[in-house]
């Protein structure tokens, strides 16, 4: 059956090309093109948005995304296997799709940002999408260049980055991401849903940047973070200890007795605030 966009399935279109999937670059398809324009509209109306894409592989997410109107999607994929499919889509909609190949973690980001307004949807590589997440989150000029982030990560990893406090999954990564973000949890995916499947459920998350996140500098939000999450059943007086222990807990309003993962973001930010 041919698809809404006219484009071949893109099962036809994996098969032609050749593109067995490989583990090393975390290749798991998503050929459901109902699914993929589910993962698309998480991130709103995208007339006159430009989205950024890692790893289109096949292109299911790209077209969606096309389809639903975006004015340009800028895809990096480190596959060069993919790029013939995803030139029969850039050919399908002119001027609307340019793809850099090349490993997403060694791109300039926010040099890739034009005029107008910039989304970024992917279903990540599981082997680097923490980080993509982490380095779209640190730098400090804030907000940031993008105006929202539609990724899909592994449950697991999704459920650590909308974790607040005294959530079994609150840990640094939630701490970065209710810093700077409105994190929410939109939908999961089961492994069945991607070719071939995965071996646990997939998640998809949807992050805002906060206009005005707490005054705080990254470098110390992370060394308090990472003292205080090293240990995580510790104390805080003893897993501060190298960074003042109770004299700088005090200096912040924070009873030494408590451990990390009781401690809400503002708290940590006062932590980081008072080192
Ligand atoms: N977007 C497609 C989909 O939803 O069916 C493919 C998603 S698949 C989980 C991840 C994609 O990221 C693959 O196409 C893979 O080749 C690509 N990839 C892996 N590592 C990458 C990297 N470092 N930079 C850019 N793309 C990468």
Same mark, same amino acid.
């Given at each position: 059956?041919?698809?809404?966009?006219?484009?071949?399935?893109?099962?036809? @279109?994996?098969?032609?090309?050749?593109?067995?999937?490989?583990?090393?670059?975390?290749?798991?398809?998503?050929?459901?093109?109902?699914?993929?324009?589910?993962?698309?509209?998480?991130?709103?109306?995208?007339?006159?948005?430009?989205?950024?894409?890692?790893?289109?592989?096949?292109?299911?997410?790209?077209?969606?995304?096309?389809?639903?109107?975006?004015?340009?999607?800028?895809?990096?994929?480190?596959?060069?296997?993919?790029?013939?499919?995803?030139?029969?889509?850039?050919?399908?909609?002119?001027?609307?799709?340019?793809?850099?190949?090349?490993?997403?973690?060694?791109?300039?980001?926010?040099?890739?940002?034009?005029?107008?307004?910039?989304?970024?949807?992917?279903?990540?590589?599981?082997?680097?999408?923490?980080?993509?997440?982490?380095?779209?989150?640190?730098?400090?000029?804030?907000?940031?260049?993008?105006?929202?982030?539609?990724?899909?990560?592994?449950?697991?990893?999704?459920?650590?980055? @909308?974790?607040?406090?005294?959530?079994?999954?609150?840990?640094?990564?939630?701490?970065?991401?209710?810093?700077?973000?409105?994190?929410?949890?939109?939908?999961?995916?089961?492994?069945?849903?991607?070719?071939?499947?995965?071996?646990?459920?997939?998640?998809?998350?949807?992050?805002?940047?906060?206009?005005?996140?707490?005054?705080?500098?990254?470098?110390?939000?992370?060394?308090?973070?990472?003292?205080?999450?090293?240990?995580?059943?510790?104390?805080?007086?003893?897993?501060?200890?190298?960074?003042?222990?109770?004299?700088?807990?005090?200096?912040?309003?924070?009873?030494?007795?408590?451990?990390?993962?009781?401690?809400?973001?503002?708290?940590?930010?006062?932590?980081?605030?008072?080192?």
């Amino acid at each position: 059956m041919a698809a809404l966009d006219g484009l071949p399935p893109l099962r036809e @279109v994996i098969q032609r090309h050749g593109l067995d999937a490989r583990k090393a670059l975390g290749q798991n398809f998503l050929l459901d093109l109902n699914l993929t324009q589910k993962i698309a509209r998480t991130a709103g109306p995208l007339d006159g948005v430009t989205v950024i894409e890692v790893g289109p592989g096949p292109g299911g997410l790209t077209r969606a995304i096309l389809a639903l109107g975006a004015r340009k999607v800028i895809a990096i994929e480190r596959d060069s296997r993919c790029l013939p499919a995803l030139a029969e889509i850039a050919q399908h909609y002119p001027d609307r799709l340019e793809v850099i190949e090349g490993d997403a973690l060694k791109v300039d980001f926010s040099s890739l940002a034009t005029d107008g307004p910039v989304r970024i949807i992917a279903n990540l590589p599981y082997n680097v999408g923490t980080q993509l997440l982490v380095n779209w989150l640190l730098p400090e000029r804030w907000p940031p260049f993008w105006e929202s982030l539609t990724l899909m990560f592994q449950k697991e990893v999704g459920e650590r980055i @909308v974790a607040t406090e005294n959530d079994d999954a609150y840990g640094r990564l939630g701490v970065l991401c209710g810093w700077r973000t409105d994190a929410r949890m939109a939908f999961d995916v089961p492994p069945q849903a991607f070719t071939p499947p995965p071996k646990v459920t997939s998640s998809v998350v949807h992050l805002l940047p906060r206009a005005t996140p707490i005054p705080c500098a990254v470098d110390k939000l992370e060394k308090v973070t990472l003292a205080a999450f090293g240990q995580r059943r510790k104390m805080l007086r003893q897993s501060l200890k190298s960074l003042g222990g109770e004299t700088l807990l005090l200096k912040a309003g924070i009873e030494p007795s408590r451990r990390a993962e009781t401690l809400s973001v503002e708290e940590f930010c006062r932590l980081a605030n008072a080192l």
